[in-house]
């Protein structure tokens, strides 16, 4: 079965600092990967998805990602943080088959201080 | 992009009473819609998955007479708490999925999600 592990459940950092996610997958074939973010009492936006393209993926609001097969991750990366971006991001895996399930993560808090 | 519905977005009901959730795909047909239950400050699990036409398929340790799941549409699924009790409170989130022709890989899309508080 797949799963995905985020490596810390809360993460600050400090306004214009570099932002750091961390996700790693288990999966016995590359899968696709995601990367989703929900704010307060809301839904889920998919900030960047890789469907075994380019490795390096872009995203919206400025992140991105990279799928590194050697190290089963896909860390989620942004240059500099902005008070908007603190909000709860999850990772999820889901297999190549296109009646595949999506597994999330536990999901982490991003807080971002002044 | 695709929009995902979802009504209503909150609703409080006493406990013993029903509650009905809908979730449409406004610009495009869903094949294949999903239900998600988070709790506070956790992750999103899996219920169900319907398919448009056939009986939800169920996650293990979820009760489908009590989570009635009927997607009669390719734009329209719902989810239906029967007997609510406190501890269905939660906020359920609705995701839908089309197969695009020739496609290999199919994008899925997230409604706002609906909290759910039985008293």
């Not at chain 1, 592990?5 to 696709?32: D, F, K, M």
């Not at chain 2, 398929?57 to 029967?82: M, P, R």
Request: include cysteine; charged fraction near 15%.
């Amino acid at each position: 079965a797949q799963s995905v592990t985020q490596l810390g459940s809360h993460v600050s950092v400090s306004e214009g600092a570099l932002v750091l996610l961390r996700c790693n997958y288990s999966s016995s074939v590359p899968p696709y990967l995601f990367w989703y973010v929900q704010y307060p009492n809301q839904g889920l936006q998919l900030l960047l998805k890789y469907t075994s393209a380019a490795t390096l993926v872009k995203g919206i609001n400025g992140f991105e990602a990279e799928f590194k097969k050697s190290e089963t991750s896909f860390h989620l990366t942004k240059p500099s943080a902005h008070m908007s971006d603190a909000a709860e991001y999850f990772c999820a895996v889901r297999d190549t088959g296109t009646a595949s399930k999506l597994t999330f993560g536990t999901g982490t808090r991003l807080q971002v201080t002044l | 992009g695709a929009v995902v519905s979802q009504h209503p977005s909150r609703v409080i009901c006493k406990s013993g009473t029903s509650v009905k959730i809908e979730c449409r795909s406004l610009d495009f047909q869903a094949t294949t819609m999903f239900w998600y239950r988070q709790f506070p400050k956790q992750s999103l699990m899996l219920m169900a998955t319907s398919n448009e036409g056939s009986k939800a398929t169920y996650e293990q340790g979820v009760e489908k007479d009590k989570f009635l799941i009927n997607h009669a549409s390719l734009t329209l699924s719902t989810l239906t708490v029967t007997s609510a009790h406190p501890e269905d409170s939660s906020f359920y989130i609705c995701s839908a999925r089309s197969i695009p022709r020739g496609a290999s890989y199919n994008e899925q899309f997230f409604g706002p999600g609906t909290r759910l508080t039985v008293l």
